[in-house]
């Protein structure tokens, strides 16, 4: 219990660095810049149709190019200063040792993640306040706007049929929000563990070249054999195959994947912290 104890207080400590952190604030205000600019315009048509929009953008918006580039590139933002040691830190590591502060670190991405994606969906549903309403269905203005593709509003083109037409709003919620928290945690775990051994510019890059693999076999393979291994395309559900019957990756496969590789990258992110020497280092 002691120890469980020590691995939440490193935790809860850098996220509360995070009020005083320039870094958050800036990432926050570009989200919630580029969030502004992607549902405002379904909130301007829900207005000019007469009919209240219900919630459910979020799945949608992670499952388009830009939507989810965005969202990962916040992640790398959010998890650059990995593996998260100031000045402060080295009273923790001596107070919690080498595995506990490892563990600790490890906790709070997970934690992070957790926060980081309740915001943007908090912000999502705060934009379309003043239109909105709660139904277990997906409403009349998502579901004009997926039918016809986003051609009733230009600037809207992200709204999915399929994803309509294969799930539920609470069930796509709930899928999307958890494929991607994986590919954040996924990404912000190698990024710790590169940039122990290696450098910080080192696991920003790699991770940001990861987050861009998407788009790249999007635009250049032909073959969906090739988003098998794209962690970022894996989160997507309009490249899930959620009824077996075509060559995307099944649920079951995203699943395994995701928590194959974050116990891999955990398992060697403490392994590295023990191993390795921790210098402080400047914030980000």
Same mark, same amino acid.
């Given at each position: 219990m002691d120890r469980i104890r020590k691995i939440f207080l490193v935790s809860i400590n850098n996220i509360r660095k995070?009020?005083?952190?320039?870094?958050?604030?800036?990432?926050?205000?570009?989200?919630?810049?580029?969030?502004?600019s992607s549902i405002r315009p379904i909130l301007s048509f829900s207005k000019e149709m007469g009919i209240r929009v219900t919630p459910w953008v979020f799945p949608h918006l992670a499952s388009s190019f +830009?939507?989810?580039?965005?969202?990962?590139?916040? +992640?790398?933002? *959010?998890f650059c200063d990995a593996p998260f040691i100031d000045e402060g830190q080295p009273y923790f590591l001596i107070r919690s040792g080498r595995y506990t502060w490892g563990m600790g670190?490890?906790?709070?991405?997970?934690?992070?993640?957790?926060?980081?994606? *309740?915001?943007?969906?908090?912000i999502s549903i705060l934009i379309l306040m003043p239109n909105i309403f709660l139904s277990t269905g997906w409403g009349k203005i998502l579901g004009t706007l997926a039918e016809n593709h986003g051609e009733s509003v230009n600037e809207i083109e992200y709204i999915s049929k399929k994803i309509l037409l294969s799930y539920?709003?609470?069930?796509?919620? +709930? *899928?999307?929000? $958890?494929?991607?928290?994986?590919?954040?945690?996924?990404?912000?775990?190698?990024?710790?563990?590169? =940039?122990?051994?290696? =450098?910080?510019?080192?696991?920003?890059?790699?991770?940001?070249?990861? $987050?861009?693999?998407?788009?790249?076999?999007?635009?250049?393979?032909?073959?969906?054999?090739f988003?098998?291994? !794209?962690?970022? !395309?894996?989160?997507?559900?309009?490249?899930?195959?959620?009824?077996g019957i075509s060559n995307y990756p099944s649920n079951e496969y995203a699943y395994i994947f995701f928590i194959i590789t974050i116990i891999v990258l955990s398992i060697i992110s403490v392994l590295s912290v023990r191993r390795k020497d921790i210098q402080v280092q400047p914030a980000v």
């Open positions: 995070w009020a005083t952190n320039p870094r958050i604030y800036v990432l926050f205000i570009l989200i919630t810049m580029f969030l502004w +830009v939507g989810q580039l965005i969202l990962m590139l916040g +992640v790398v933002l *959010l670190q490890v906790f709070y991405i997970m934690m992070g993640m957790t926060i980081y994606l *309740l915001i943007v969906n908090f539920t709003p609470l069930k796509a919620f +709930v *899928l999307s929000f $958890i494929l991607e928290w994986c590919a954040g945690t996924a990404l912000a775990l190698l990024m710790f563990v590169i =940039n122990i051994c290696l =450098n910080r510019a080192a696991g920003a890059t790699i991770a940001s070249l990861i $987050i861009l693999l998407d788009y790249a076999i999007y635009s250049n393979f032909p073959s969906v054999k988003f098998y291994f !794209s962690p970022v !395309s894996l989160s997507k559900l309009i490249l899930i195959d959620s009824k």
